[in-house]
């Protein structure tokens, strides 16, 4: 017997039929034996909807009042999923966040969940029922609804998974697994069996949208085994575990891109103590996140060109703040491109082997490929490029890393 | 400074602007200086799609799950238009069923409610912030969301307004208030300014849908003065309120019709002690209603026809009912007509009047129409008809009790 958290995502429950499949995937797990609770997000679509409405009723909304409207969505799903589940026979009963309860904070919008009581859930597996949570939402002190921020459901399922110590949590969607690159981009892209969290966290947060990365995060601190698998096909996914269940560890696992970023690039600033701070410090004030960051010492070592990146959807914003003089700010001019793409090759094994970031250089400059802006961290390598070279840059790092499939 | 409670129906907030609509009569309100508690329905149309979800998810459904997927709708709803509120610049917040709490009985799905706490509410009224309700929900004993029954959110304005001892419970509706029959059908039909508890009671249950019935009981009960006025035009309405505030008592105050009964004929029934109990005990086991019931005695005073009417969606239930030999009925044969009209004149004045049913027999006999079932109660009389009859039975009706209006 085990004990199994099962995460259907919005495209696993996005109808009636699509939520039969799913009950007939829990029914499986009831049937062999194992104690379930079943995470769910809302019908696909449907978050989108709500989101439209609250949008459109306000432009300054009260985040109380959207969680309020916007986790109605998952509340349903949980419910048509327990009535399939007891017309099939299944012992089943939603619950909804303020039910466990699951607390969270008070950061509407985007809550973190602080304690989950299990202790009724647990007793109702020993009366073999299922327990089937409505994703994505908690009540924070105010004892009103809370949310956990798009994609939360992954979050939930893990925090639930963690609270009930779990065997595993198995993450239903629409993809198969987690993929060493994008496979719509590079054919020869493989499925792993394995990947270790810290590798799938660079994975999330470069751009791979299976799993919210603060999902991953949760997993890695409770040490959480994690399984994204179809729940349209019956074969095994990608298991995402710690770093020593991994036999034999590839010095890259993965190649991210994302396309969601745009360059800034100030010229001929002047050099002096706390520049950086004078830059970076009206954009986090702005509450702008600036990511990759170079500075080049100029020829005459008194001005510097800086380069840096903001998310596309901010840099009008960004542009603002920078030609706005009363920061102090003192440049010759200011660049901006949106048309880039960050590429990263990421690996747990990049840490004791050398040459990794030669090799995706030379593997670039092979097909022309020229990098803009370089930033690495233990276990990732990131370089800006034009964004027209993505597909070519993928493919050929792909192929450089030998993780090409062989069929 | 008033106390009052605003009540919009689907039609009042099917989409956005219309819930703009609301909130700008929920503004006057507030800013004539009174405390405003706001009970909403779900947006037109969304009920049905869950009541089809939940439906179609199961046959047998689990109640507990019907409540927590069907009183979403109206949580969208009271998030809505709280964020439409804060947006004209009116403190306002959502409260679910489970929040103020609305305490219900256990009975999912048709749940009554027993106890709502408003302390807090009032405080708020306090710091001038406006109180939006979802309607037809509240929390059962269970801890679980209970829903009130189809046209639920009546009944919650009004216990509200009882709650908080509300001056008024106004009813926002797509129509213009009450009319003394259908203006569909009898284009003489006047609106009524005022009507009694009573005579409402017996419309609302004899067919005219624009009060749940329930919530003209508990008006009753607890004393709660309703209006019921269009949210698309300014004019009054027609207040429902106590005998005693109406001065000069019409006779007949208006004319129902319902045409959802149908007609159960048993002929020659052994006329024994107890054979009502044989016909009606199974049916009442099957959950079947029967409304009106006519005995007539036969010649040989041995045998007897029993007439009665059952909702149209019960006929064929009530029909295997009354085959089934085993109950130990007798009978020669069964005949069932669903093609009839009940026709029902009301009004509290008949109490202290003679000649009222004489008026209304003649008036149709004048017209050639056959009384098929004829049943009374204090301050009202029902007839069966022919269907086909409806229409020129009620204007016949309505320019005999002289209701026609003048225009």
Redesign the interface.
């Known amino acids: 017997m085990a004990r199994v958290v099962m995460k259907f995502g919005g495209t696993s429950v996005a109808d ?1 039929d699509r ?1 039969r499949n799913a009950a007939q995937r829990v029914k499986r797990e009831v049937e062999s034996g194992n104690e379930v609770a079943v995470v769910v997000s809302a019908m696909a679509g449907v978050t989108n909807q ?1 989101v439209d ?2 949008q ?7 985040l ?3 969680d ?2 916007v986790s ?2 998952e ?2 799903t ?3 999923l ?3 589940l ?2 099939m026979g299944i012992n089943a ?2 619950w ?1 966040g ?2 466990g309860p699951i607390i969270t904070n008070d950061a509407h919008g985007s809550a973190r969940i602080e304690r989950i009581e299990v202790d009724d859930i647990i007793r109702r597996f020993g009366e073999g029922q299922v327990a089937v949570f409505a994703g994505f939402q908690g009540v924070g002190p105010d ?3 809370s949310t956990l921020g798009r994609g939360g459901s992954d979050t939930s399922a893990v925090a639930i998974a963690a609270a009930l110590k779990a065997d595993r949590c198995d993450i239903y969607t629409d993809v198969d697994g987690i993929y060493t690159t994008d496979p719509r981009i590079v054919a020869k892209a493989r499925k792993m069996d394995k990947i270790t969290y810290e590798e799938m966290l660079e994975l999330a947060s470069q751009g791979a949208k299976v799993l919210q990365t603060r999902s991953v995060e949760m997993a890695m601190k409770h040490g959480v085994r994690v399984q994204v698998l179809s729940s349209f096909e019956d074969k095994p996914g990608t298991l995402v575990v710690d770093e020593d269940e991994i036999v034999e560890q590839a010095i890259v696992s993965g190649i991210a891109y994302n396309r969601d970023e745009a360059k800034v690039t100030l010229r001929s600033v002047r050099d002096t103590p706390g520049v950086a701070a004078s830059i970076f410090g009206p954009l986090m004030a702005a509450a702008i996140n600036v990511d990759m960051i170079v500075q080049n010492i100029s020829a005459d070592k008194k001005t510097t060109d800086m380069t840096f990146t903001v998310a596309k959807a901010d840099l009008n914003r960004a542009i603002s703040v920078l030609e706005d003089k009363s920061n102090g700010l003192t440049y010759d001019s200011l660049d901006s491109d949106p048309s880039v793409a960050k590429i990263s090759v990421i690996g747990v094994g990049m840490r004791s082997h050398a040459g990794v970031a030669q090799k995706m250089f030379s593997a670039l400059a092979d097909k022309g490929i020229n990098i803009e802006v370089i930033s690495t961290s233990e276990i990732k390598i990131s370089v800006l490029v034009a964004e027209e070279y993505t597909e070519l840059a993928l493919r050929s790092l792909h192929t450089a890393y030998g993780l090409d499939s062989e069929d």
Not at 56 to 62: C, E, K, R
């Open positions: 009636l939520i709500l409405y609250v459109s009723a306000g432009s300054l909304y009260d109380r009042e959207y309020t409207v109605s969505g509340q349903v949980s419910g048509l327990s009535i399939v007891q017309d009963r939603s909804l303020w039910q004892g009103r609804i």
